[in-house]
């Protein structure tokens, strides 16, 4: 007679295949190792110790998955962080990448553009093109993906207070390639209260800017439906000096305050909860950060579950992005950065991640060459081709080390929650500073073990190597900005400037009300609106946050 155990794990073999699960067929692999040995789908604990397990991958609450067959199907999305200086060199480096086996694109968005404010404004000066791709207009976006068709592609935005206008943009450049929205996918983080709490590229007040967050939602479920509306974000929290239960804490409550905002707009959780992507941070605790992922999935599904009352499994899923920790790179001894990434990389891959960015060796020091990034494209390929990681559900599933530390982080982690449940949501605690002190508490103690030897980084504080020379890394064209100022006025002196002023008014009238203002934004970015009159616009009716 089978065991109830056998007879789970038989049910679960045969319901893997489900359409609604599995959208591909399992890769074309031998499922081997070299001495011939079979890797099986899944390895499950002695019945004895069953019990205290997490259950099965694709199935609540998800801790070893949220698909049956995970990697076995196909391999996680393999994207490289990329924008610097004008749209077009960055459309040469996208080719590049695709060139190179990339399988998603990400996008990277100068500071200017990240806070609303065009090429030519004072503001601007100094930072046009440095950290990310200046994009004024829609024309900026349409040299950016040119010869890139976004039916095709899968692409992720790290943007915030003007995830709106860039989103539209997007939607812009889709429809004049002919594009049928409904089959665009990627991402748009959209995540602006971890502004608040770690990064600083915020401009509008909170409450107005949860609304910009709630109307993508809305937007994009009825137009948008495979686009990710937002990417709550962790990894910020982490860069800013977070530990990871505090970074998972605090991204979770924010996605809390997200949910909470959109079911108070009167959304049915069912409509929008599947299209919410978390991205999270892989730094160099290995079994930690393993640990860390597959909590994160268990708790996300219970509160789905429990405190909203998701009904579809869709929902209760947690799908993340990873990206290996760029705090932790050196500007000593660049080339130990690549064994950093690689183990930051292959801990995400052990967490069950769906889409991964590896930094490169030199971004301590620059944006990435083209043989830094190749590289580093390079580690993703090779742990997911190579090393036999990927053959296997939730390898790591079942360590003592690991499933002591699931559930501890879990325990912590509901702890922080009912902290900020108390304190009156994210909101409040962001403007009661309580995220904001708790993070830099913990950033100073880890500089402190650092500078006490307590903790030992390679090359930094311990095996340094005397004399190292500069190695040479990428510059940015100082004459870039006028040639962006160019483009920028070229723009202006084409459009139709009654339109445009007439698509403007109508935001600030929409932003005075309560209509939804993505057609808004979206009718002035098809009239060649910039990203800083779309931003003054909203900024004339909101005001900016000064706290």
């Not at 910020?236 to 998972?248: D, K, N, W």
């Not at 590896?358 to 390929?381: F, H, K, M």
Request: hydrophobic share 35%.
């Amino acid at each position: 007679m089978k065991s109830p155990i056998k007879k789970q794990f038989e049910r679960w073999q045969e319901e893997r295949v489900k359409p609604s699960l599995v959208k591909s067929p399992e890769r074309k692999t031998p499922f081997s190792t070299d001495s011939g040995m079979t890797v099986e789908r899944l390895y499950l604990p002695p019945e004895s110790e069953y019990e205290t397990q997490s259950g099965f991958p694709g199935e609540y609450p998800f801790t070893r998955g949220i698909y049956p067959s995970m990697y076995r199907n196909r391999l996680w999305t393999m994207r490289q962080y990329a924008g610097f200086g004008t749209a077009e060199e960055s459309n040469k480096r996208y080719h590049y990448l695709i060139d190179q086996g990339t399988t998603g694109l990400s996008v990277a968005f100068d500071l200017p553009t990240q806070i609303g404010y065009d090429s030519d404004h004072p503001l601007a000066e100094g930072e046009v093109g440095k950290v990310g791709v200046a994009i004024d207009t829609l024309a900026d976006m349409e040299t950016l993906f040119d010869g890139i068709r976004l039916d095709q592609v899968t692409t992720s935005m790290t943007i915030n207070a003007t995830a709106a206008t860039l989103l539209c943009m997007y939607v812009a450049v889709a429809r004049k390639q002919g594009a049928n929205l409904a089959t665009i996918s990627g991402t748009i983080q959209n995540d602006i209260l971890k502004e608040y709490i770690a990064r600083g590229t915020h401009i509008f007040p909170p409450q107005p800017s949860m609304r910009l967050v709630t109307d993508i939602f809305e937007w994009c479920s009825d137009h948008l439906p495979r686009w990710n509306t937002i990417s709550i974000s962790g990894y910020h929290i982490r860069e800013a000096g977070a530990t990871a239960v505090q970074e998972l804490a605090f991204t979770l409550t924010n996605a809390i305050a997200y949910v909470q905002a959109a079911v108070d707009r009167g959304l049915d959780v069912d409509r929008f909860g599947g299209q919410l992507s978390f991205f999270f941070n892989a730094h160099n605790n290995f079994f930690e950060e393993i640990a860390k992922f597959r909590a994160a999935r268990r708790i996300w599904a219970k509160i789905m579950k429990e405190r909203f009352g998701a009904k579809q499994e869709e929902t209760m899923r947690l799908r993340f992005h990873a990206q290996t920790g760029g705090s932790t790179l050196t500007a000593q001894q660049i080339e130990n950065n690549v064994v950093r990434v690689t183990l930051q990389a292959l801990a995400a891959v052990l967490g069950g991640c769906q889409s991964l960015h590896t930094n490169s060796r030199d971004e301590a020091l620059a944006l990435p060459t083209e043989d830094s990034v190749r590289l580093a494209l390079r580690t993703q390929q090779i742990i997911g081709h190579e090393s036999g990681v990927a053959d296997s559900i939730d390898p790591i599933g079942g360590s003592y080390l690991v499933e002591s530390m699931t559930d501890e982080i879990e325990q912590r982690v509901w702890d922080y929650i009912a902290k900020v449940d108390d304190l009156g949501g994210a909101v409040q605690a962001i403007e009661k500073q309580f995220y904001q002190s708790e993070i830099a508490e913990s950033a100073y103690k880890y500089q402190m073990a650092i500078e006490r030897k307590e903790k030992v980084i390679v090359g930094v504080n311990d095996f340094r190597l005397e004399g190292e020379q500069r190695p040479d890394t990428l510059r940015i064209d100082e004459e870039m900005r006028t040639k962006q100022i160019r483009k920028l006025q070229a723009t202006k002196a084409t459009r139709d400037r009654t339109k445009v002023e007439a698509k403007l008014k109508k935001i600030q009238t929409d932003a005075g009300g309560n209509d939804n203002l993505i057609p808004s934004i979206l009718a002035a970015v098809e009239a060649y609106a910039t990203i800083g009159e779309i931003s003054d616009a909203l900024r004339n009716v909101w005001g900016e946050y000064e706290k």
